[in-house]
């Protein structure tokens, strides 16, 4: 846990543009799917009213001590305060939640996807390769799934495969050859021990340019230790139904992968028939709504100037339509 609650540090990126996005009613019910230090949910929460309701979901215990006492002085400064409620939970966990708080329905999402600067800058976590820390990587560290026990235990197929899928590593299998050779002399234990392998095991003159060495083999593998993808995809498919007519879900992405997934899952909301466009609709298939962006939107010089980790920030926001648009046909739509 953290010593403080200001040591789990978290500069919510696009603040103004996301918040903006979910037009927020100072009656509204809005859900934070990671809640991280309470940078979004703090000023979430100080546009809601008397009425209003904020949910926050992580599955890092040491964001929920950070946040709870941030929250709490947004409610203390506040005349006529919402309410809110913190859960240790994953966001794949959305729907079972809000039943669990006997919630229907809610007016905003938001999921600001990644990994926070306290989890990146803090040693002990083992998220990142610039210091030496445990080889753990683990979002909730209840869970048994580690970094070291993927780089110690799994074949070289299994991890050349992860290092390719999540970490798009054009060099996965020497990589991979390399960590399995290392570990026959010695079982990793730090993070750099195991970034140090990855760099030797990348060829000399790509190493030199571009970013550090090892950036993407620890994106991939700390997807792989916190199932991120498969979790993402589940609030993709859960979290639009539980929106209220108007409704907005806001999704922030840091990498291809993820984007992609929430492009296409928007796009399947707004048009999921699949009839020929010159033909009546037989398949029976209603769009839900429809996303607010069409290109996603970025941040700004100044933010990416003072913040260089948001300069991979985008944001894509959906829109579920109110009682005069349900029922549309797709065909309308285009």
Same mark, same amino acid.
């Given at each position: 846990?953290?010593? =403080?609650?200001?040591?789990? %540090?978290?500069?919510?990126?696009?603040?103004?543009?996301?918040?903006?996005?979910?037009?927020?009613? *100072?009656?509204?019910? @809005?859900?934070?799917?990671?809640? #991280? #230090?309470?940078?979004?949910?703090?000023?979430?929460?100080?546009?809601?009213?008397?009425?209003?309701?904020?949910?926050?979901?992580?599955?890092?215990?040491?964001?929920? !001590?950070?946040?709870?006492?941030?929250?709490?002085?947004? /409610? !203390?400064?506040?005349?006529?305060?919402?309410?809110?409620?913190?859960?240790?939970?994953?966001?794949?966990?959305?729907?079972?939640?809000?039943?669990?708080?006997?919630?229907?329905?809610?007016? #905003?999402?938001?999921?600001?996807?990644?990994?926070? &600067? @306290?989890? /990146?800058?803090? *040693?002990? =976590?083992?998220?990142?390769?610039?210091?030496?820390?445990?080889?753990?990587?683990?979002?909730?560290?209840?869970?048994?799934?580690?970094?070291?026990?993927?780089?110690?235990?799994?074949?070289?197929?299994?991890?050349?495969?992860?290092?390719?899928?999540? #970490?798009?590593? =054009?060099?996965?299998?020497?990589?991979?050859?390399?960590?399995?050779?290392?570990?026959?002399?010695?079982?990793?234990?730090?993070?750099?021990? /195991? !970034?140090?392998?990855?760099?030797?095991?990348?060829?000399?003159?790509?190493?030199?340019?571009?970013?550090?060495?090892?950036? %993407?083999? +620890?994106?991939?593998?700390?997807?792989?230790?916190?199932?991120?993808?498969?979790?993402?995809?589940? /609030?993709?498919?859960?979290? *639009?139904?539980?929106?209220?007519?108007?409704?907005?879900?806001?999704?922030? &992405?840091?990498?291809?992968?993820?984007?992609?997934?929430?492009?296409?899952? +928007?796009?399947?909301?707004?048009?999921?028939?699949?009839?020929?466009?010159?033909?009546?609709?037989?398949?029976?298939?209603? *769009?839900?709504?429809?996303?607010?962006?069409?290109?996603?939107?970025?941040?700004?010089?100044?933010?990416?100037?003072?913040?260089?980790?948001?300069? &991979?920030?985008?944001?894509?926001? +959906?829109?579920?339509?109110?009682?005069?648009?349900?029922?549309?046909?797709?065909?309308?739509?285009?």
């Amino acid at each position: 846990m953290p010593s =403080r609650a200001s040591d789990f %540090r978290h500069e919510p990126v696009l603040a103004a543009e996301t918040l903006d996005a979910l037009r927020v009613r *100072p009656d509204g019910a @809005y859900v934070d799917c990671t809640l #991280g #230090g309470g940078g979004h949910a703090s000023l979430l929460l100080s546009r809601l009213g008397k009425g209003g309701r904020l949910v926050g979901l992580d599955r890092d215990e040491d964001a929920l !001590a950070a946040a709870r006492p941030r929250l709490a002085d947004v /409610l !203390a400064s506040m005349s006529a305060g919402p309410s809110f409620d913190l859960v240790h939970v994953e966001f794949s966990r959305l729907a079972e939640t809000l039943d669990a708080l006997g919630i229907a329905s809610v007016d #905003g999402i938001l999921a600001d996807l990644g990994v926070s &600067s @306290y989890q /990146l800058d803090e *040693p002990s =976590r083992g998220f990142g390769y610039m210091q030496d820390g445990p080889l753990d990587m683990r979002m909730d560290r209840s869970s048994p799934l580690t970094a070291a026990t993927i780089v110690n235990t799994w074949d070289r197929a299994g991890i050349e495969r992860i290092l390719f899928a999540y #970490g798009e590593e =054009r060099f996965s299998a020497r990589i991979a050859s390399a960590i399995c050779e290392q570990r026959e002399k010695r079982p990793f234990v730090s993070t750099g021990a /195991l !970034a140090e392998t990855i760099r030797r095991a990348i060829p000399a003159a790509v190493r030199r340019e571009g970013p550090h060495p090892a950036k %993407r083999s +620890f994106q991939a593998i700390r997807i792989a230790v916190n199932g991120e993808l498969d979790a993402l995809d589940r /609030l993709l498919a859960d979290a *639009p139904g539980r929106l209220a007519p108007n409704g907005r879900f806001a999704v922030i &992405s840091f990498h291809s992968l993820e984007d992609r997934r929430v492009k296409e899952a +928007f796009r399947l909301l707004e048009n999921p028939c699949r009839c020929p466009k010159d033909l009546p609709c037989v398949c029976g298939k209603k *769009p839900l709504g429809r996303a607010v962006t069409r290109q996603p939107v970025e941040c700004g010089p100044e933010e990416k100037e003072r913040n260089p980790r948001a300069r &991979s920030a985008k944001l894509r926001v +959906f829109e579920r339509f109110g009682p005069e648009g349900e029922g549309r046909h797709v065909h309308d739509l285009r």
